[in-house]
């Protein structure tokens, strides 16, 4: 299988002739998305969703009723190819198998309103991958790839850090890095070293448009 890194919190990920991309936002290549079979959406925020991206391919989307709704305003071509999903469904996306975990993003401040994200656990390649989107919601069951949030306003270092050993992946690629500097991302991957691998965890930063 192959994961590749298209800019802070979208992935592609393509196994066996078949594409999938999740979180295509405002920080991400444009090419990421072209030849996908399917897009997944975790939540409204730019950084994960931007309407334009998804007007460069005819792929089924996948999101909760949130998002959805924000497509049927924003590019509503492409709300008649959206499928919505609900927390605890499992769903076939382009023949691979996803379930959605979660209902609700982070709290970002308690003085601003919750807003709904769901993760996505993704069984491809022989694989269980996990992307939690902007939430530190568990994937529920044993995952072999968690995409792991490292920089963000709703989170800090060390709860970033603590949810990687909660959730025990084997691999742990960063994900939602653009709230750093090169200098703060240095920092954090120097930080999270110092406890994955003590713990037989493998912890990756992969560029924009590298390959894993």
């Known amino acids: 299988m192959r994961i590749t890194k298209f800019g802070h919190a979208c992935v592609r990920l393509e196994h066996d002739g ?3 991309v ?17 897009v997944l959406i975790t939540h409204e925020h730019p950084d994960h969703y931007l309407p334009d991206l998804l007007g ?22 492409v709300a008649e190819r959206t499928t919505v999903v609900s927390p605890g469904e499992s769903f076939s996306a382009a023949g691979v198998a996803v379930t959605a975990v979660g209902e609700l ?3 970002i401040h308690e003085e601003l309103p919750r807003f709904f994200n769901s993760g996505y656990r993704i069984e491809m390649g ?6 939690p989107g902007d939430a530190l919601t568990g994937p529920g069951e044993q995952v072999d790839v968690l995409f792991l949030p490292v920089s963000a306003p709703w989170a800090a270092s060390r709860d970033l850090i603590d949810f990687a050993r909660a959730v025990k992946a084997p691999r742990n690629v960063a994900i939602h890095d653009r709230v750093y500097s090169a200098a703060g991302s240095a920092i954090f991957d120097n930080q999270i070293n110092l406890f994955l691998p003590k713990a037989g965890q493998e912890y ?3 560029q924009d448009g590298q390959d894993l």
Not at 56 to 62: E, I, L
């Open 18 to 20: 078949t594409t999938l």
């Open 22 to 38: 999740l979180d295509p936002g405002m920080f991400t290549d444009p090419e990421a998305i072209d030849g996908a079979d399917a």
């Open 56 to 77: 460069r391919s005819d792929a089924p989307v996948f999101t909760i009723d949130a998002v959805a709704a924000k497509i049927r305003e924003d590019a509503p071509d």
């Open 105 to 107: 993003h982070a709290v």
């Open 126 to 131: 022989g694989q269980r991958l996990f992307h």
């Open 204 to 206: 990756t930063r992969l």
